[in-house]
């Protein structure tokens, strides 16, 4: 049997990057994630596009989506090239789902439920390995030294988009544009509703669970 597909959902801060981590370590699958794409290309000129902005830095720094064209680019790039995959920060639009529709088949679709105040503070407390993109919380998954990734030694630094500011954006783009993507999968009856406010561990024990009874 081949690999499992696995999109996983939600809002910023939800869980999603800890999660897909694990996932990749047991399922043997691709980490595709937008974000972390985006991160490494911010300065890609895009003016050719002729929208709001030439950079995606310039929409991730102001808490918008970057153009469609350029996600939806990345995302078959690496779909195509990937022996199953957990794909995490895509589709977050109506738009994005669709050709997600047209490109692919999912056999697993996670939703990570979590309520919007826990947001604020799990993002604005984020701290990611600037060598190995490794993911820590200050308070509640602090590394075993301050400042210092348990995994390789590296900096612990902090998003540019992790401030307060910019997270409360984050958070209105995705309930007007994301959650109807969330409803979407939900009318289909393939959106697997986890309860994303436990412990990463226990989180962890339920999307596993789900995986291996639905892939
Ligand atoms: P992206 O990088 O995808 O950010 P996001 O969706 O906002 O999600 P995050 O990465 O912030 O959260 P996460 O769910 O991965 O949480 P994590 O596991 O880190 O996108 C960034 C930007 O890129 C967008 O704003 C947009 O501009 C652009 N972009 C990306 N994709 C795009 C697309 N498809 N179209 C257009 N534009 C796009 O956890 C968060 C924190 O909480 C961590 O500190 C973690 O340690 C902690 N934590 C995790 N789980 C728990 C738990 N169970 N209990 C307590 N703390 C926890
Ligand atoms: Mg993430
Ligand atoms: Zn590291």
Redesign the pocket.
């Known amino acids: 049997m081949s690999n499992p597909n696995i999109l996983i959902l939600?809002?910023?801060?939800?869980?999603?990057?800890?999660?897909?981590s694990n996932i990749v370590e047991v399922f043997g699958v691709e980490h595709v994630?937008?974000?972390?794409a985006?991160?490494a290309n911010k300065d890609m000129d895009i003016s050719h596009l002729d929208t709001e902005y030439d950079t995606?830095r310039a929409?991730?720094d102001?808490?918008?989506?970057?153009?469609?064209e350029?996600?939806n680019e990345i995302?078959k790039t690496a779909l195509d090239e990937a022996d199953g995959y957990v794909l995490?920060?895509?589709?977050?639009?109506l738009a994005?789902a669709e050709y997600l529709d047209e490109i692919t088949d999912l056999d697993v679709v996670l939703y990570?439920d979590?309520d919007k105040d826990?947001l604020v503070d799990?993002?604005t407390?984020?701290?990611?390995c600037d060598e190995c993109g490794a993911?820590?919380?200050v308070e509640?998954?602090p590394p075993a030294e301050e400042g210092v990734c348990d995994e390789c030694g590296g900096e612990l630094i902090q998003?540019d988009?992790?401030t307060e500011e910019t997270v409360r954006e984050?958070i209105n783009?995705?309930e007007e544009n994301t959650e109807p993507v969330i409803e979407h999968f939900e009318e289909e009856g393939e959106l697997a509703r986890i309860d994303?406010?436990?412990?990463?561990d226990?989180?962890w024990d339920d999307v596993r669970d789900t995986v291996e009874s639905e892939a």
């Open positions: 939600g809002a910023p801060g939800a869980g999603k990057g800890t999660q897909s994630t937008t974000g972390d985006l991160r995606p929409y991730m102001a808490g918008e989506l970057v153009p469609d350029v996600v995302v995490d920060g895509y589709p977050r639009n994005q990570l979590v826990e799990r993002l407390g984020r701290r990611v993911n820590y919380h509640f998954n998003r988009d992790d984050r783009v995705y994303g406010e436990q412990t990463p226990e989180v």
